[in-house]
């Protein structure tokens, strides 16, 4: 094997060895929380992959029981090979602990600990069927490439997997159709991990509503999110929940939008109204959108950012 060959083994093997380490530890955990023997508290956590081998992990323990406080840490963590050790100082300790094999144990020095399994991520709304009389704009159908032939952009791709990817640099993506009042518009997309990018330079896009207005994608997951964040109208209103799931896993939009109503020389009556459910959640509940300029119809847009998010399964019930 010369040498060139062998440079290239070895960035493959790199590469996948990268793809590989990213998926065991970044992600959703829950089990228990032991402030002491006799006490016992659900938990969960959220690991966030902060780059170049390291992670921020958020635990809470939450108590029903409105005496019996809970607990919140923030303790960050290095990757070694097949683990990730913790060792960091929260709410006044030491701790130490590791995640190995999907389990997440985490020791404070007198004692405390917490227990957790990481869980399956998934948004219960993937792969929704659309309804009789929906507007089919991307069909989706497990390893079949779907028909692009309903948008404006011939740069994005279809691929194997039933999705729509964003090419990047080549700009947003629209549907030839278009819309005003929505009953239901239906978007699922799949972020790509980028664990060295941070704020908006993690994984951006996002999802205009009859060409005008916006409902964020980003990878947020973890995050104390803002406006900008995914979920959020940009600017103007952040989700009542962060609902972002970990990168690389199908996560989902439910939108209604009610288009503003427009007297004769284009002043506005009634602005328009957004509800949104982010994976099963609902984050915004017939939210006024003022601004300087409406309209009352458009096509829906993908946005490109510079990124390569995957689309799938996009349909639209039109009316109210």
């Keep these: ?13 790199i590469c996948t060895a990268n ?12 089990g228990t929380f032991y402030p002491d023997q006799k006490v016992t508290l659900p938990a969960t956590a959220t690991v966030v992959d902060e780059g170049q081998g390291d992670y921020r992990i958020n635990i809470h323990a939450i108590s029903d029981d409105p005496t019996l406080e809970g607990a919140h840490i923030e ?3 290095r990757e070694f090979g097949s683990q990730v050790h913790l060792s960091s100082r929260a709410g006044g300790y030491d701790w130490r602990g590791e995640i190995r094999e999907g389990r997440l144990v985490a020791t404070s020095q007198y004692g405390q600990r917490f227990e957790l399994e990481k869980i399956e991520s998934k948004s219960p709304r993937a792969g929704a069927k659309p309804p009789s009389g929906a507007v089919i704009l991307l069909p989706f159908k497990e390893g079949v490439k779907p ?3 309903g948008w404006t952009n011939p740069e994005w791709k279809a691929r194997d997997n039933g999705s729509m990817e964003s090419a990047k640099g080549t700009g947003a993506n629209r549907t030839k159709r278009q819309f005003s009042d929505i009953k239901q518009l239906h ?13 908006q330079g993690r994984a951006n896009s996002g999802v205009y509503v009859i060409d005008a207005y916006e409902v964020q994608v980003l990878d947020s997951f973890g995050l104390v999110h803002t406006s900008g964040d995914c979920g959020g109208l940009y600017g103007l209103a952040r989700a009542k929940v962060n609902a972002c799931l970990p990168p690389e896993t199908w996560q989902t939009y439910d939108i209604t939008f009610r288009a503003p109503r427009l007297g004769d020389g284009g002043e506005v009556k009634e602005l328009p109204e957004i509800t949104v459910v982010f994976n099963g959640v609902k984050i ?3 939210l006024q959108i003022p601004r300087r300029r409406h309209r009352t119809r458009g096509p ?6 510079g990124h390569s998010i995957q689309f799938r399964n996009i349909w639209i019930v039109e009316g109210q």
């Excluded at 094997?1 to 093997?13: D, E, G």
């Excluded at 829906?300 to 950012?305: A, E």
């Design 1 to 13: 094997m010369n040498r060139s060959v062998s440079l290239k083994c070895l960035v493959v093997l």
């Design 19 to 30: 793809t590989l380490w990213a998926g065991p530890f970044m992600g959703q955990y829950k």
């Design 75 to 77: 303790i960050m963590a």
């Design 147 to 149: 028909d692009l032939s």
């Design 187 to 199: 978007v699922e997309f799949k972020l790509p991990l980028e664990p060295n990018g941070r704020g």
């Design 284 to 286: 915004h509940d017939k």
């Design 300 to 305: 829906i847009q993908l946005q490109d950012h």
